[in-house]
């Protein structure tokens, strides 16, 4: 990957004036696209500084940390959990309550694991914990006390707190947090050397800067962007963890290797087959599904694609039938959390569909 501010790969030279036209407008200090087709890419483009702040801004690049926010679920809690299942340690069909007990009373005891991934356990979709909490302990036992706002596998619910009890069940059954065990068995496997819970701003390459809260005085770099993450000590199974484009490729093209991986190829399979049909979402395992209403990219990208969003503006979408990819990451709450790059998001996937031609 291109190291240059602006400077791209094979010409593409409308992925770099999107992205320079996203940051002219304020939606982003700066951001970093890359697409391709299985192991060959085909675009890229790094465009912009990490912070508008000019004591904090030096240039994006592939290798420029990015706060992942949500991609924590599909990049670290998804395949820790396939991981421990894969050794038998846990099964998607057991009952939460086997490795949490404080799931062990009705209607709880129903909630499977599966449930949890799929985002059908009936959980709530968030809470504002950290407004009276701080610590890790003090946030999971409030999210292992909260009532099940549905019955499991009836509705499609978007939920952070299902995403922490499954960290709480990695920590639980692997005996180690869930930043540990993913480094060792996910990160360091793939290559993945700036991807981290927790990273060191002294140490390695620059962090992109996300929001500058009332009363600070500097833009948070480094630290967890999620309230609930941070107030967790940061490290959650929902939010936390940060890579680079050069590392978000590395994992996203395991996802479309045939070949033996960290993940089974059956695993991998299984994981993007669509588990909520008949309810109000298309998901699998942790993904949300080509076709579901939050999918972050629209018609050409078929209904067999994956992919997921993180709410600091980072996405990434795959399709194992053509092996088209692409992985966009931005700090847009940079300038305040009412900033959409849903509309840029859109047009680079529609970039990418027309590039790619095999959608």
């Known amino acids: 990957m291109p190291g240059k501010e602006g400077r791209t790969t094979d010409g593409s030279a409308e992925l770099a004036d999107l992205l320079a036209g996203a ?25 912009g500084q990490t912070s508008a702040e000019p004591e904090q801004g030096v240039p994006v690049t592939g290798e420029t940390r990015f706060d992942m926010a949500s991609l924590t679920k599909v990049m670290a809690t998804l395949p820790a959990v396939l991981l421990l299942a894969a050794q038998g340690r846990i099964a998607l069909e057991d009952p939460v309550a086997r490795h949490v007990e404080e799931f062990a009373s009705a209607p709880k005891s129903r909630v499977r694991v599966e449930h949890l991934l799929t985002h059908t356990s009936g959980l709530a979709a968030h809470r ?20 099940l706002e549905a019955d499991p596998g009836t509705r499609v619910v978007y939920s ?15 005996g180690e947090r869930l930043d540990a065990f993913a480094r060792r068995h996910i990160f360091d496997p793939l290559g993945m050397r700036h991807t981290t819970f927790l990273p060191d701003g002294a140490q390695g390459p620059p962090i992109a800067a996300t929001e500058r809260l009332p009363g600070a005085p500097r833009a ?10 941070e107030a ?47 309810l109000d979402g298309r998901r699998g395992l942790g993904w949300v599904l080509g076709g579901d209403a939050h999918f972050p990219a629209g018609p050409p990208w078929p209904p067999t694609a994956a992919g997921h969003t993180g709410y600091t503006g980072t996405s990434l ?8 990819w692409a992985v966009l990451l931005t700090n847009r709450v940079h300038f305040g959390r009412t900033v959409d790059v849903g509309p840029l998001r859109r047009r680079f996937h529609d970039l990418v569909a027309r590039r790619v031609g095999r959608l």
């Open 232 to 278: 967790m000590g940061g490290v959650a199974g929902h939010a936390g963890l940060f890579s680079t484009a050069r590392d978000v490729v590395r994992y996203v093209r395991m996802w479309l290797d045939r070949g033996p991986s960290v993940l089974s190829l059956a695993d991998r399979e299984a994981s993007v087959r669509l588990r909520t049909a008949g």
């Open 317 to 324: 979408v795959f399709d194992p039938g053509s092996g088209a």
């Open 160 to 174: 952070d707190l299902g995403f922490i009890v499954l960290g709480e069940i990695v920590r639980r059954v692997a």
């Open 220 to 229: 948070k770099v480094g630290v967890v962007h999620d309230d609930n993450a």
């Open 128 to 147: 504002e914990y950290f407004r009276t909490l701080r610590g890790h302990d003090a946030i999971v036992r409030a999210v292992l006390e909260e009532p």
């Open 23 to 47: 940051v002219a407008d304020r939606l982003t200090p700066g951001a970093v696209a890359v697409a391709g087709v299985g192991p060959t890419q085909l675009m890229f483009a790094a465009v």
